[in-house]
């Protein structure tokens, strides 16, 4: 998906989502989850499939928020930023959450509406965490090489407007990875 069409889907997810100044808030969207060839396996939550990103290696991601919708920009400063290990289970959670497993930005009521009730295991115990600093920036380190989603809320900056659930795969492999979450 272009970098256009997702600031277009946003804006309008956001129009949709606004509060009464700007108009009254639509029904939330229906939950897209993904067909049922897809769950298979990756539907049940499996430790074993997490234990590679409990390794220690080289790899590391340094992250900054670009994302803006028209005029406005938003801002992660303070707020979590997560790094969650590639699994089929996490990919079939980005894809339920996100709509997407490689990349996102998704008001966070419509993310909360999506969130599954079944349990999630020991999902956390493999979830790093770290914080968005004052230029909107974060890293993490010490990553073994694989698959990434990193994860954080974005709100906007001197304006009103909801806050966005931002998520985007990234690969480590040995090196430092710089990233922009749009």
């Known amino acids: 998906m272009t970098r256009l069409v997702l600031i ?22 229906p939950v897209a ?9 990756a539907s049940v939550f499996r430790q074993r499939d997490f234990a590679w990103s409990t390794s220690p290696g080289s790899g590391s991601i340094v992250g ?23 699994t089929p289970w996490s990919r079939l959670r980005m894809i339920i959450l996100y709509g997407s497993p490689i990349s996102a930005a998704v008001p966070l009521e ?18 790093r965490k770290t914080t968005c600093d004052g230029d909107n920036r974060f ?16 709100r906007p900056v001197d304006a009103p407007g909801e806050p966005i659930a931002v998520m ?8 430092q990875r710089n990233v922009t979450l749009y």
């Open 139 to 154: 890293a993490f380190g010490n990553l073994p090489n694989g698959g990434w989603f990193v994860i954080t809320l974005a």
């Open 64 to 86: 900054a928020l670009g994302f803006h919708v028209g005029q406005t920009r938003y801002s992660c400063e303070g707020r979590d930023v997560i790094l969650t290990p590639e």
């Open 110 to 127: 419509i993310v909360r509406a999506r969130t599954p009730a079944a349990s999630s295991g020991d999902y956390a115990s493999f979830v």
């Open 168 to 175: 985007r795969r990234v690969e480590t492999r040995g090196a």
């Open 8 to 29: 277009v889907l946003c804006a309008a997810a956001l129009a949709a989502c606004a509060t009464e100044p700007l108009g009254p808030a639509g029904p939330a969207p």
């Open 33 to 41: 989850y993904p067909p049922a060839s897809t769950s298979g396996s």
